[in-house]
């Protein structure tokens, strides 16, 4: 399996990730972190047991500056650019990213790391 990223990207972009699955999970919920071999992709799953996302709101979530709750906003802290930058860098790697999510039992965001030589234009 070939993979060319930008390793610092890339590390911002799980960080991203994985801080708004801690963030929006409840003490008592849980963040699970797999990565799964398929044929043609490396597929990471990064899945919470929070509060979840309103269906309306995914369209929105990778948009700067957007907020889900913003009445609870001050309460989580954050700029509302932490999923617009990682889908950013996602875009430039050519790496697709899914989200799943259902009110009151959790999200999961789905990356997929195709198998392929990408040529990274642009990244320097």
């Known amino acids: 399996m070939n993979i060319h990223a930008d390793q610092d990207l890339m590390e911002q972009v799980w960080l991203n990730l994985i801080t708004n699955a801690i963030k929006y999970t409840s003490?008592?919920?849980?963040v699970t972190i797999g990565?799964?071999?398929?044929?043609?992709?490396?597929?990471?799953r990064i899945q919470d047991t929070g509060k979840g996302i309103p269906e309306g709101a995914?369209?929105?979530?990778?948009?700067?500056?957007?907020?889900?709750?913003?009445?609870?906003?001050?309460?989580?802290?954050?700029?509302?650019?932490g999923l617009s930058i990682a889908k950013r860098i996602l875009d430039i790697h050519h790496f697709p990213i899914e989200i799943i999510s259902e009110q009151g039992i959790g999200s999961i965001f789905i990356v997929r790391i195709p198998n392929r030589n990408n040529t990274l234009e642009g990244l320097s």
């Open 27 to 30: 003490s008592k919920g849980q």
């Open 35 to 44: 990565m799964k071999l398929e044929i043609t992709d490396i597929v990471v």
């Open 58 to 81: 995914i369209p929105k979530l990778f948009d700067r500056f957007y907020k889900v709750d913003k009445a609870r906003s001050s309460s989580t802290n954050g700029s509302g650019l």
